[in-house]
Nanobody, 124 residues
Framework: QVQLVESGGGLVQAGGSLRLSCAAS????????MGWFRQAPGTEREFVAA????????YYADSVKGRFTISRDNAKNTVYLQMNSLKPEDTAEYYC?????????????????WGQGTQVTVSS
């Protein structure tokens, strides 16, 4: 019903920046929030940031507060994640998610839609 396509991943040195994009398409009528998760090899997927598509309220994991900024362009059905002051511990596959509300996003609800992922690698 909803398709999500991420882009913008890559390889950067510690202290550098990347900007991830997530474009949504399809039947998005019940989608009211979007966000980002990340997963390193052998670890569980963890919440990074989320945003309400109406109003724009934002939420962040403690590990990225002050460094990452989530934003949205509703006219383009696109959500962005600006990542600054990157650290090696930020290295992971980053996934875009869309859901009914912030609660379903943060709870890793099975009703969420997911993108294919984009790799972010930060060298030390």
């Amino acid at each position: 019903q909803v398709q999500l396509v991420e882009s913008g991943g890559g390889l950067v040195q510690a202290g550098g920046s990347l900007r991830l994009s997530c474009a949504a398409s399809g039947r998005t009528f019940s989608t009211n929030a979007m966000g980002w998760f990340r997963q390193a090899p052998g670890t569980e997927r963890e919440f990074v940031a989320a945003i309400r598509l109406t109003g724009g309220s934002t939420y962040y994991a403690d590990s990225v507060k002050g460094r990452f900024t989530i934003s949205r362009d509703n006219a383009k059905n696109t959500v962005y994640l600006q990542m600054n002051s990157l650290k090696p511990e930020d290295t992971a596959e980053y996934y875009c998610a869309a859901g009914n509300n912030i609660a379903t996003i943060r709870a890793y609800s099975p009703s969420n839609y997911w993108g294919q992922g984009t790799q972010v690698t930060v060298s030390s």
